[in-house]
């Protein structure tokens, strides 16, 4: 399946900011990914064929830093297109194919005796498509449903509450990388609370990780919904995240310490166990930097969804997946970071706080094990 031509029907709804791009924006931008996705050669030709009666002024062309394998033209030919677009549609992230194999046969340039009627045939065709398929593309016939296609949109987020607070985000210039940045004092401040040591302070300094955790996936969602993902978006993402945890353990360990301690313990067990703790999560995340995602990827392509992609490699080489996919994926949901954290908010409701650095302490070691093991075999494959 090549796209070497398409044709965008452009009218004020070009301008129409949707979901943090304006429409004639994400409409490149989806072609320019399937164009990368799909190893096309030579840029993939787009013109833009403006609604004649628009002002000069009201034209304009994408310049998005993401676009690299497209050439704009606004010079309309006759040769047949393979797609024709109008900025009316919205489409979702990889739904280019979808719309190429919706089509039973290549769009061709509707003649017409004027260059007005010429827009009006060409902007019509795409009446003979669904006007929505859920997580492909959706029709907006005018302004006011625009807030209604973003409630849609949000649907296909990751996370129930921080896609609430990435449509919000949305509608503001808010890159991935200064959120993840804006976010991270909140483990800092909360890790001071958890020093103090004490019933509330645990609960309040829990409740603060576990929002940082929940507003941690904004970051990707706007990152996916603006088509800004990067690697070095996603290792300073994963920088604040292992960051955030040794935080967690050692203000943990130091609270403890320093709260009254009913199983008569000495007060640097619990110090000690967090540093012990926080120096395993260290050592960990070095094994997972450490795998060679190039060997065996497709062996979890059913578990991306439940996947960080530091993780791949360790879910894919330490035998995990063994025990079958939905297991798999039904135990890697169990143990990440938002469902930890609310299991630990409960632990210290009821007054088990210990139970906490306990609990991390085991499962670092266990999947430090995973991680040695996973390098190990990358290694000798």
Aim: proline share 4%; hydrophobic share 50%; aromatic share 10%.
């Amino acid at each position: 399946m090549t796209l070497r031509r398409v044709l965008i029907l452009a009218d004020e709804s070009a301008d129409w900011m949707v979901a943090g791009l304006r429409q004639l924006e994400r409409l490149a931008l989806s072609v320019d990914e399937f164009a990368v996705e799909n190893r096309e050669t030579a840029p993939v030709l787009v013109c833009i064929f403006w609604r004649p009666d628009l002002d000069q002024a009201q034209r304009w062309t994408p310049k998005h830093e993401r676009l690299t394998r497209v050439a704009f033209t606004t010079e309309l030919e006759g040769e047949p297109y393979d797609l024709v677009l109008n900025t009316r549609l919205f489409l979702y992230r990889k739904a280019v194919r979808q719309l190429l194999e919706a089509a039973s046969a290549p769009p061709e340039i509707v003649p017409a005796p004027g260059e007005m009627e010429s827009w009006e045939n060409n902007f019509r065709q795409l009446e003979s498509l669904p006007r929505l398929r859920p997580g492909a593309w959706e029709y907006i016939t005018d302004g006011n449903q625009i807030d209604e296609i973003e409630v849609f949109v949000s649907r296909y987020l990751n996370r129930p509450i921080s896609r609430v607070v990435t449509r919000l985000l949305l509608r503001f210039p808010t890159t991935p990388n200064a959120w993840t940045l804006f976010i991270f004092p909140i483990p800092v401040i909360a890790s001071l609370i958890l020093i103090q040591g004490g019933y509330w302070s645990f609960l309040w300094g829990l409740v603060l990780f576990q929002v940082f955790s929940v507003l941690d996936g904004c970051d990707g969602e706007l990152a996916r919904a603006k088509f800004l993902e990067s690697e070095r978006g996603r290792q300073l993402d994963d920088f604040f995240d292992v960051l955030s945890n040794i935080l967690l353990v050692v203000g943990l360990g130091i609270g403890l310490g320093r709260a009254t301690n009913p199983a008569g313990r000495s007060v640097w067990f619990y110090v000690v166990e967090g540093l012990v703790t926080a120096v395993l999560i260290g050592v960990n995340e070095f094994y997972l930097a450490m795998r060679n995602s190039g060997v065996g990827e497709r062996k979890a392509e059913s578990l991306d969804g439940a996947l960080y992609p530091r993780h791949r490699a360790l879910v894919e080489r330490s035998g995990i997946l063994l025990l079958g996919g939905k297991f798999a994926s039904w135990l890697i949901q169990l143990t990440k970071r938002d469902v930890a954290m609310l299991f630990f908010v409960f632990l210290v409701v009821i007054g088990h706080s210990e139970w906490i650095l306990h609990l991390l302490l085991a499962v670092t070691a266990i999947s430090l094990a995973l991680s040695w093991k996973a390098s190990t075999r990358g290694r000798t494959e």
